[in-house]
């Protein structure tokens, strides 16, 4: 239970009207969970106005309502909160309600285009096995300790955000790793956290249906930097293009990390073949379970906030150079018979495509076939189809377009969409197939001894999305059921 005026504490108001001393015992943003106590946040939500619910949850027994705009008729015994913005205003009043649990741990925020769920994964198990008890807030799952709690959302909302967080700080966690995604932030999801640190991992093009421009996108990520507090530390990756514009106005202290040219965290790969990296980090070699220059970058991230957060140089290098990847990133099998290897891999942008198949193009001996099955998600930026069907068939020597999670779109026309990127010396070398279990067993059936099979896409899900339901569906499990049933 926690006393209104306290819990509006930070919260831009612009007037309120009725009791300020109130007890609440209940906040909630979901009018069919108010009842009586409640403070209810009227959100303006992309399909839904929180507002036209505040008759019903004052009918439910809600005693306080936090609004953009009051309501023609004001109740009784009733307080209304005006505020600038309900959605901000919900991060403030949920980080407040839940006792602040941001300033009782370190919390490091991961954003970007690609790497957020590795780094995030890697600092989890880094830190836990360094000693302390840790929180992952991640798009495969939420760990509480060794306890998991399952995800849905890569950033769940302000209200599951802080409850979390406050359930971490209860159990004994001194250290939470939290992919941190554009949505969330433009959405106010984290608003009000306070965080110890933050890396940006790379930029490229994703998610414009929802930022409708690739400035705006970037501008976003940007603004995660630009909240941070001064003793902070923010990390960026110097060789993506806008490494350095993403810190350009943060209080936080700067550093970057880079493969090609002067960091504070350095690195060089000595090689890279499928036992793993060995690689330099700041002039000390190390051998990496991890493939692929990608996961490269990852790794510098991960030391360097390690390094900010100061754990011992070489305990990190040691105990990192134990640990795997997060579940569906370049995660791979080789067939008992016949050799082949399997990856599976969570790549839906045309940059995270292109990064996993010249990172296959690099390990092969050279006679091997790349067979790559892929497709595009439904409901999402239609744009990047076409780029990422063109990465597909300039990295790969066959091409299955298949469906990926259609949602609620047709999935023949997305595999058209993806089609349209293919140029004339493409289309010979692809096929496609809407049922992606035939379009795995198909690719099975083509692949030669040694050959490699890349299944992209859908990575760690277990499901697959259609017209509103999920059904079963695990890459990686079809995967080794066809290694057996074809005798591979």
Do not use: W
């Not at 936080?252 to 499928?274: D, M, Q, W």
């Not at 990422?388 to 259609?406: L, Q």
């Amino acid at each position: 239970m926690s006393n209104l005026q306290e819990i509006v504490y930070k919260v831009s108001i612009r007037s309120i009207v009725g009791p300020r001393d109130r007890a609440i015992d209940n906040l909630q943003t979901d009018s069919r969970l108010a009842g009586p106590g409640t403070l209810f946040i009227a959100v303006k939500g992309t399909h839904a106005d929180g507002h036209q619910y505040v008759p019903a949850v004052i009918a439910a027994g809600a005693i306080a309502i936090v609004c953009e705009e009051l309501p023609a008729e004001l109740k009784d015994g009733v307080t209304y909160v005006q505020v600038e913005d309900s959605a901000a205003s919900a991060g403030i009043i949920a980080h407040n309600f839940y006792g602040q649990p941001s300033e009782k741990i370190k919390l490091v925020g991961v954003t970007g285009t690609n790497g957020k769920t590795t780094i995030a994964t890697l600092l989890y198990k880094l830190f836990s096995a360094l000693g302390h008890k840790c929180g992952l807030l991640s798009t495969v799952q939420n760990q509480i300790g060794e306890r998991i709690v399952p995800a849905t959302h890569t950033t769940p909302d302000a209200l599951h955000l802080n409850a979390l967080l406050k359930q971490m700080v209860d159990e004994g966690c001194t250290h939470v790793f939290m992919e941190t995604s554009s949505h969330a932030i433009h959405q106010h999801r984290v608003a009000g956290l306070r965080y110890a640190g933050g890396i940006f991992s790379n930029i490229t093009q994703d998610h414009l249906d929802y930022h409708k421009t690739f400035e705006e996108y970037i501008r976003v990520k940007k603004s995660f930097f630009d909240s941070l507090p001064s003793d902070s530390f923010a990390i960026s990756n110097a060789d993506d293009k806008r490494g350095a514009v993403m810190l350009q106005n943060t209080s936080a202290k700067k550093y970057f990390y880079s493969l090609r040219t002067l960091a504070e965290f350095k690195g060089r790969i000595l090689e890279n073949n499928l036992t793993g990296l060995v690689m330099t980090i700041n002039d000390t070699e190390v051998h990496f379970r991890l493939i692929g220059e990608f996961n490269a970058y990852n790794l510098l991230a991960v030391f360097g906030a390690a390094s900010c957060l100061g754990e011992e140089k070489s305990e990190i290098l040691r105990v990192l150079s134990k640990l795997s990847g997060a579940e569906g990133r370049f995660d791979y099998v080789v067939s008992p018979k016949e050799k082949i290897i399997g990856i599976v891999d969570y790549a839906h942008t045309p940059d995270a495509l292109i990064n996993v198949l010249t990172t296959i193009q690099k390990l092969r001996k050279g006679h091997e076939k790349i067979i790559t099955v892929m497709g595009a998600g439904g409901d999402r930026d239609k744009t990047k189809r076409p780029l990422m069907g063109a990465a597909a068939a300039e990295y790969s020597d066959k091409v299955i377009i298949t469906s990926d999670n259609p949602r609620s779109e047709d999935p023949e026309q997305i595999i058209r969409d993806v089609e349209a990127g293919l140029n004339t010396a493409a289309k010979r070398k692809y096929i496609s197939i809407t049922d992606r279990k035939e379009a795995i067993r198909t690719a099975m059936s083509l692949a030669q001894p040694e050959d490699i099979l890349l299944i992209a896409g859908k990575g760690h899900e277990k499901y697959q999305e259609i017209k509103g339901v999920k059904h079963p569906f695990d890459d990686k499990q079809i995967l080794l059921e066809f290694f057996e049933l074809l005798d591979k």
